[in-house]
């Protein structure tokens, strides 16, 4: 350097030290002490301006545990404050457990840059350890302005992190690469290394448009947020960390394992705060288990933060039933299975029970189901912890059959009082009573009976069936005899036998036959193969699958006979066909019923013999086995637009026999469920429709396009009678009038009623143009997944009124998960899932999962009828509308919503952007 260079250093040296001695009075503090919420140790753990939901939570409270922050008065951390330069440097240091080696350093100092008279020796420190540079920090430093005061930026502070953290090579590494954020032209050229680094190490994120903003400031909730994640790299921390596994475990204190082979013990107390590291989520103590690996903040011995780092444990782990202990050898005699063995136990044996509670070995009551464990990090090979899991247990109780698994001779049941599960060992034999009072085996019970049942000594001795649950059974065979006279039983053949089997028939059983709507049981004949579907051996369900009645549209007369009663028609194409009327035919004309015998009066004419006058003259029939069940004249055909000219004003319809045919329609109207005054235009190949042609049969003087699908309603009024729905995917709300209780279909009463129509269920709704033709209400599920097979395709649901079905869907269902995924494999349900199950328009069940979260109560509106949450982030919906039935509850105890209490946390259940459960923990 020459002598003129050197001249020029000498007065920036002189004028720097003037301006730091000018500033070394001025007030910056790095975290004033605040006057409340300390816990028993002194430090500041909570914050009054940071609730449980803020994102930064974990961080500032690790933060606060270890000193690095305090806060302000009135116990605030104001987490959107920026933090300066030189306090970032105090916090890392801090963080570094290197704090007391930076304040030994008591020598004047003369620092190249301005800082707080506080920050000196930490500032000093950083310089020293190389921190930071004072090149750098010369180079991007305004004259005559406080460096330690500027608000620290973020490519400026992941800079000062890495370095910290001793990760400078690995900045060096990345220099060259390009920084995954979109806005990498605003970087400074040294800082791409750094900010790549932190990145890599998961101690920076960018925000949700994608940027990273490396100029923008860093707020004290981000600052604790950077620190808290640098410190899995940290090579020194404070002493009053503690990393290790768990050794002893009780609801008052923690053993911990260290890295010098030192076990030390801490206190524990309702101070301490517990996370998980996977997830940063607020855990209770019962998660972490013996042999954890975890993350201890202490202060005088007392446990301040646990973090609990690595959930696998080092144990070994034997369950058993305890049948003796022999405390003068230290030995438990335990019955696992039909075998009984001895384990030596230590002499330092920790007993617990399964929530952490400390028990002695002697209180131990033989019969109880315990866990013996080994720690495997010990070379010790006696069990060092012994787990009280159930003790025995002896009561009555009400409940749900859950599964009955007779290999291994358990059952499960849902408790009616707690609404939780509990599997027991079943005595030999069980006494199972069934509803009657018949005594019967364990092959009479169903999942979903509701059941009263004794248990002594942790074993199942009686059932007692109070209800039994809904069976669905189906069986097969031939109709043997005509149904009853008063429609109560059928009788059958069974196929694959000569066996008769005789069955009740429900009261709103459903006959199903082929091409023919709205059949009876008087529609059934001798020798027709049936499928019964049972409900608890009662027929709610009959389908003919050996026959069908055939509809033929549009089918001209051509002769009848009136001697044998047997019509001759052209069918499509041009072929000929012969039907024979008989007595039972429904004969029908411009609407109207007439007797058979008016039939050739009216159709053919009054001249005797097989010559028909109205020999072009169109009727629609329906046929079975060459007999007519139905005839009418043709004036109105449902069928399936196959083409349309608008400027012959010609449309093609195929029929449901599949016959094609073309009519001239000039003035034709259209009317749609959504639009009463359409034109031909409006007609789309491939719609259903229903066409009613003129008097001369010729012409078709209007169309009804036909529509069925699935919808939830949204608003009833049953003054108007009117009804709102939102079809299945959410669209566009319709609103229609039921004119006639005759157009609504409840399955599950005798005679349907207005009220029955309820606000947020699903109906099937069929329309003919703008007219309502039937309104059916579905049997929707909601509830709770209790067991998924797959390999037999049932789902096991216990709904929100208690009640546990069993349904089988076979293949044709589909699964909607809460993030819109879609998928066809019952893979994708899990135990626990809630679930709302339906069948669509097309007899297809589908499921749809809620979505699941763990959230902070914050008000019930109870005009909106809405629960308000506390925020979880920026853009997060805190708002939603209960469901009109929502399951709110704790256990099995319904509650209401003012039940909630501020800042309660709950588990919350949502479908279609509406609650149907929140539970309370």
Do not use: C
Not at 53 to 65: D, E, F, G, M, R
Not at 751 to 774: H, M, P, R
Request: net charge neutral; aromatic share 6%.
């Amino acid at each position: 350097m020459n002598r003129k260079k050197k001249k020029q250093t000498r007065k920036l040296t002189a004028a720097v030290l003037a301006l730091t001695l000018a500033f070394s009075g001025s007030a910056f503090a790095a975290d004033p002490v605040p006057t409340t919420t300390s816990s028993s140790s002194g430090l500041v753990l909570r914050f009054s301006d940071v609730e449980a939901s803020h994102w930064a939570i974990k961080h500032v409270t690790k933060l606060a545990s270890l000193g690095i922050i305090q806060g302000y008065e009135k116990a605030e951390y104001r987490p959107e404050n920026t933090v300066s330069q030189q306090d970032v440097i105090i916090m890392a240091i801090r963080m570094m457990g290197l704090e007391d080696e930076a304040l030994a350093n008591k020598a004047e100092t003369v620092l190249p840059v301005l800082v707080s008279d506080y920050a000196k020796p930490y500032v000093a420190y950083a310089f020293d350890k190389g921190l930071i540079l004072p090149a750098e920090e010369l180079e991007s430093t305004p004259a005559k302005s406080v460096w330690g005061s500027r608000d620290a930026s973020r490519e400026w502070v992941a800079k000062l992190v890495i370095r910290a953290i001793g990760k400078t090579d690995l900045a060096k590494q990345h220099a060259s690469s390009t920084v995954p954020f979109t806005d990498a032209a605003d970087f400074s050229a040294w800082a791409k290394g750094y900010v790549n680094a932190a990145v890599l190490l998961g101690i920076v994120q960018g925000f949700e448009d994608g940027g990273f903003k490396p100029g923008g400031k860093v707020t004290r909730a981000q600052m604790a947020t950077f620190l808290s994640r640098a410190d899995k790299e940290l090579t020194t921390r404070s002493e009053r960390v503690t990393i290790g596994y768990v050794m002893e475990l009780t609801d008052k204190k923690i053993s911990v394992l260290n890295d010098k082979n030192e076990t030390i013990t801490y206190n524990l107390s309702a101070d301490t705060v517990i996370y998980n590291a996977k997830d940063d989520s607020r855990i209770p103590l019962s998660q972490i288990k013996l042999t954890n690996q975890v993350y201890l903040v202490q202060n005088l011995n007392n446990a301040l933060y646990v973090e609990l780092t690595d959930e696998s444990e080092k144990m070994e782990i034997v369950e058993a039933t305890l049948n003796d202990v022999f405390l003068d050898q230290m030995i438990v005699s335990v019955q696992q299975g039909n075998q009984k063995k001895l384990f030596e136990l230590s002499s330092n044996v920790s007993v617990t029970d399964k929530d952490g509670r400390g028990q002695s070995i002697g209180s131990i009551p033989f019969g109880s189901v315990i866990e013996l464990k080994r720690n495997t990090l010990l070379k010790e090979t006696k069990i060092t912890h012994i787990v009280v899991k159930q003790v025995p247990l002896s009561k009555t109780a009400e409940g749900t059959v859950l599964s009955v698994d007779k290999t291994q001779n358990v059952i499960s049941l849902l408790e009616k009082t707690s609404g939780q599960s509990e599997t027991y060992s079943l005595v030999d034999p069980v006494l199972v009573t069934l509803q009657d009072g018949t005594p019967a085996d364990l092959s009479r019970l169903h999942v979903g009976d509701s059941v009263g049942y004794e248990v002594k000594a942790n074993k199942l001795v009686s059932v007692s069936v109070k209800k039994q649950a809904d069976v669905v059974t189906t069986v097969q065979g031939t109709l043997t005899a005509d149904v009853s006279k008063d429609s109560r039983i059928i009788t059958i053949t069974k196929s694959g036998g000569s066996s008769l089997a005789s069955y009740f028939v429900n009261d709103n059983a459903i006959v199903s036959i082929n091409g023919l709507s709205a059949a009876s049981l008087f529609d059934l004949e001798k020798g027709d193969e049936l499928t019964l579907d049972l409900l608890n051996d009662k027929v709610v369900k009959v389908s003919v699958t050996s026959r069908e009645v055939e509809t033929i549209e549009f089918a001209g007369i051509i002769n009848y006979e009136p001697t044998s009663k047997v019509l001759t028609v052209t069918k499509g194409n041009d072929e000929v066909d012969a039907f024979q009327i008989t007595d039972e035919t429904t004969i029908k004309y411009a609407g109207s019923t007439l007797p058979v015998s008016q039939f050739q009066t009216t159709f053919i004419g009054t001249q005797s013999g097989a010559t028909n006058t109205d020999r072009n003259k169109k009727v629609n029939l329906k046929v079975s086995k060459k007999r007519i069940v139905a005839l009418e004249m043709t004036q109105t055909l449902d069928a399936t637009v196959t083409q349309v000219n608008t400027a012959t004003f010609e449309v093609t319809i195929r029929t449901a026999g599949g016959k094609s045919l073309v009519f001239k329609a000039p003035g034709a109207t259209v009317e749609m469920q959504d639009k009463a005054n359409g034109t031909l235009a409006d007609l789309k190949v491939g719609d259903p429709v229903r066409a009613t042609l003129l008097f001369t049969q010729d012409m078709i003087g209007s169309f009804a396009v036909k529509k069925s699908s699935l919808y939830k309603t949204q608003v009833t009024n049953a003054n108007t009678k009117q009804v709102s729905v939102k079809d299945e995917n959410g669209g566009g709300l319709v609103t229609f009038t039921v004119d006639s209780l005759d157009k609504i279909v409840n399955p599950y009463k005798p005679a349907a009623a207005f009220e029955d129509i309820l606000t947020d269920e699903y109906v099937k709704v069929s329309f003919t143009g703008a007219k309502l033709d039937q309104l059916t209400i579905l049997n929707t599920i909601r509830g709770k997944v209790n067991a998924v097979d797959a390999s037999i395709g049932t789902v096991t649901v216990q709904d929100f009124q208690g009640g546990v079905h069993v349904l089988p869907l076979g293949q044709n269902f589909t699964v909607k998960q809460a993030d819109g995924t879609v998928t066809a494999t019952l893979t994708s349900l899990k135990a626990n899932d809630r679930v709302e199950i339906v069948k669509d328009a097309s007899e297809k069940t589908i499921l749809r999962v809620a979505a699941a979260a763990k959230r902070t109560f914050a008000s019930f509106d109870s005009v909106l009828n809405q629960v308000v949450f506390k925020p979880i982030g920026n853009g997060s919906k805190d708002r939603y509308n209960l469901f009109a039935r929502a399951y709110l509850h704790k256990g099995a105890q319904t509650v209401t919503p003012g039940a909630f209490a501020d800042s309660e946390e709950v588990n919350v259940f949502v479908i279609d952007d509406k609650i149907v459960e929140i539970e309370k923990p």
